[in-house]
Nanobody, 114 residues
Framework: QVQLVESGGGLVQAGGSLRLSCAASGSIFSIKAMGWYRQAPGKQRELVATVSAGGTTNYADSVKGRFTVSGDYAKKTVYLQMNSLKPEDTAVYYC????????WGQGTQVTVSS
């Protein structure tokens, strides 16, 4: 059984920063990629950023230059540093880890006030 535990969400003013963390545990041994998605109220879940085991990163256009994804594959942990936050970044953020299957965290709320 695989568990992903997220932390770091919260309420921040526009222009502020937050750092999300997600640690994987359980029967997961060969992670191919880790990343973050988000879902705002009334909207579909969307990609935020991913990082492969080889270090290749991929970002949504809306967060490029503001967010940085990083992964510690030895610790099975993925991070998302979010700077210059905007109200439109408000959403539930989900971490994901890909081995053979995709595993998802329970989500952490990020709220950016204007």
């Amino acid at each position: 059984q695989v568990q992903l535990v997220e932390s770091g969400g919260g309420l921040v003013q526009a222009g502020g920063s937050l750092r999300l963390s997600c640690a994987a545990s359980g029967s997961i041994f060969s992670i191919k990629a880790m990343g973050w998605y988000r879902q705002a109220p009334g909207k579909q879940r969307e990609l935020v950023a991913t990082v492969s085991a080889g270090g290749t990163t991929n970002y949504a256009d809306s967060v490029k230059g503001r967010f940085t994804v990083s992964g510690d594959y030895a610790k099975k942990t993925v991070y998302l540093q979010m700077n210059s936050l905007k109200p439109e970044d408000t959403a539930v953020y989900y971490c994901t880890v890909t081995e053979i299957l995709n595993y998802w965290g329970q989500g952490t709320q990020v709220t950016v006030s204007s």
